[in-house]
């Protein structure tokens, strides 16, 4: 599942909160799955979901061309822990020319 936050001075909380319900509602999920809207994998755990949440991410139309999720979702790595990044942009720095050099 991606991660959501609400930054901590948010004026409205409780309307952030109702965006975020509602985007990781399965059937918007689903939506976005479709190739046709977004075409981007769903970002909720397929183990938490019932039965019937599977069914309706299931019945997306991917064409002939895509995997199904199933099989994307055995290949699928992780994503970088976020403490990383300063240290890789670091490296980077040191590393590539940049545009004065």
Same mark, same amino acid.
């Given at each position: ?22 985007? *990781? ?6 939506? @976005?799955?479709? %190739? +046709?809207?977004?075409? =981007? &994998? ?24 895509? *995997? ?6 055995? @290949?699928?790595? %992780? +994503?970088?822990?976020? =403490? &990383? ?17």
């Amino acid at each position: 599942m991606t991660n959501t936050a609400i930054p901590f001075n948010s004026q409205n909380k409780a309307g952030a909160m109702a965006v975020i319900d509602y985007i *990781l509602n399965v059937e918007v999920q689903a939506s @976005k799955y479709e %190739p +046709e809207n977004w075409g =981007d &994998l769903p970002v909720l755990d397929n183990s938490k979901l019932s039965p019937e949440e599977k069914e309706i991410l299931a019945s997306v139309n991917l064409g002939i061309a895509t *995997l199904p999720q199933d099989i994307l979702l055995e @290949k699928r790595i %992780p +994503e970088m822990p976020a =403490d &990383l990044v300063p240290i890789i942009e670091k490296i980077w720095m040191e590393t590539i020319p940049g545009e004065s050099d």
